[in-house]
């Protein structure tokens, strides 16, 4: 129900509302005042379609999650310092889900704080100290994970907060534009050149007398750009830290409960078993709840430090009621069946515009998870990004919500409720066919000045709010 005109709601932001917190569209922000399903509606009930928010995951206001949720919170919601079959029932479906060694469950309310943990864990059991991430990855806005976030990090421009030297970033295993190109090394075994990078970081801890406490990385990166990493690159890397006695944690935030389709998490696309899967967003359908998943043996190790962990509103009854029908509905709506048909429905329609758009350089995906990077040429893959910053400004026009990400910002990302159909995908690509043409014809049908800065730009920006040094290079809607 909205209660403000918009221009009492954007008022009162400007006033009460810290500057840095991230807004989509900002120069022109949209007013959300309803959603369901993959529809969201504005103060005016415009709708538009959602192919970005991977967090209402079943669809937006699912009534069977509303329903639960309503349901115990007239009944009880308190701490989680008693017990409640809600909790118990939610950490046993989640490890049925999973390998059989991740048996033991933390709740929070994050990711960031998800994540935060999974660190905590990490040092606690191999009481060593250095991490390794990969570049571009974004894990949370906590200080700890700044820290690891070169996504965040890189852009703060005060000086203030720097990596700390125990922290290594791994070259991103992205074979279309990383370190490793397919077209510079065909046939060769990417995936094994991108874990000796990784190796080697890990030589050189131990040569200056450090050691290694853990490998932290997206299952699949979406925050770098829709990245799937080359066959057998997990496997390697999680044998290598394991030689060296650090421990291999995935986060699933983004990419975990089905999304992909043919798993219900990611790193068993890559056939790999991680020590600790941290997870968040979709897990509430957009009520606030995450959780670590790990061993017996690392909770020991946690537990034998001798502190208590208490998160207040972790695991409470009315956030776990909302946990179990979030994982119902993935089951019995079969999503994952869905992600799988829809998504490569998608996938098979893209490669189809391939053939008559050049801008189309790479398509890369895996269920509902989809990227397309466009380039201006592509034998030099060289980013298109206004393409794409116009490319996003005009799905806006035409009433699709859409983001792109990437470091040069070119990656036009897909992530989108998983009720999201075949007649969704018409709807999305008869739009897109008719921006690549505007962009293939250079007849462009809105134009703005150049912005200096992603944070006034007119598109939607990511989950962990825009990367910083992507500059806005110039297209966009005439709001600008
Ligand atoms: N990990 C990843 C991969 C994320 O995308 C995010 C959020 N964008 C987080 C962790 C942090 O989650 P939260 O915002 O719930 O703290």
């Known amino acids: 129900m909205e209660t403000l005109t918009k221009s009492e709601t954007l008022a009162m932001r400007k006033r009460h509302i810290g500057e840095s917190c991230a807004l989509f569209f900002k120069s022109d922000p949209l007013k959300i005042i309803r959603a369901r399903g993959q529809y969201m509606y504005d103060e005016h009930d415009n709708q538009y379609l959602d192919c970005i928010n991977n967090v209402c995951h079943v669809g937006h206001c699912h009534p069977y999650v509303v329903e639960a949720g309503a349901k115990q919170m007239q009944v009880l919601n308190t701490n989680s310092r008693f017990l409640h079959d809600n909790m118990v029932k939610l950490a046993r479906r989640l490890t049925e889900t999973l390998p059989d060694d991740l048996k033991v469950v933390y709740f929070t309310n994050s990711g960031s704080e998800a994540n935060d943990l999974a660190l905590r864990l990490a040092k606690h059991h191999t009481k060593h100290s250095d991490m390794i991430v990969l570049k571009g990855a974004y894990h949370g806005h906590v200080i700890s994970l700044i820290d690891l976030s070169s996504y965040k990090l890189d852009d703060m421009k005060d000086g203030v907060h720097k990596a700390p030297s125990s922290v290594h970033m791994a070259p991103c295993p992205d074979t279309y534009r990383g370190k490793y ?24 801890i131990h040569d200056k007398g450090n050691t290694v406490s ?14 799937i990493y080359p066959d057998g690159y997990l496997e390697k890397v999680f044998k290598y830290v394991h030689q060296a006695g650090g421990i ?36 509430g359908n957009g009520h606030p709840i995450a959780a670590v998943v790990t061993t017996k043996e690392i909770a020991a190790s946690f537990a034998a430090c001798g502190a208590e962990y208490f998160n207040t509103y972790g695991g409470n009854p009315v956030s776990c009621a909302i946990g179990l029908a979030v994982l119902d509905v993935i089951e019995n709506e079969d999503l994952r069946g869905k992600a799988v048909q829809v998504g490569q429905y998608f996938l098979d329609k893209l490669n189809n515009m391939k053939k008559t758009y050049t801008l189309i350089g790479d398509i890369r995906g895996h269920g509902m998870f989809v990227g397309i990077d466009l380039v201006n040429d592509r034998k030099t893959r060289e980013p298109a990004t206004k393409a794409a910053e116009y490319a996003v400004s005009r799905l806006k026009e035409e009433r699709i919500l859409y983001s792109r990400d990437g470091p040069h910002m070119n990656v036009l990302k897909f992530k989108p409720p998983m009720c999201f159909t075949k007649d969704n995908v018409d709807f999305l690509c008869e739009k897109l066919e008719v921006i690549f043409d505007e962009l293939k014809s250079g007849n462009l049908k809105s134009m703005c000045t150049p912005e200096k800065n992603t944070n006034n730009s007119n598109d939607i920006l990511v989950d962990g709010g825009p990367p910083s040094k992507k500059v806005c290079t110039g297209l966009g809607t005439p709001v600008c």
């Not at 853990?214 to 990245?227: D, L």
């Not at 291999?248 to 078993?273: C, K, L, P, T, Y």
């Open 248 to 283: 291999n944690i995935m986060d699933e935030v983004q990419v975990g409960f089905g999304r992909v389709g043919s798993h219900f998490w990611s790193f068993q696309a890559q056939g790999v078993v991680p020590d600790i899967v941290t997870m968040g967003k979709p897990m």
């Open 214 to 227: 853990g490998f932290m990385a997206e299952s699949m990166q979406s925050c770098g750009g829709q990245i």
């Open 181 to 204: 190109r397919d077209d510079e090394h065909p046939g060769k075994d990417l995936g094994k050149m991108y874990a000796d990078d990784v190796k080697e970081i890990i030589d050189s």
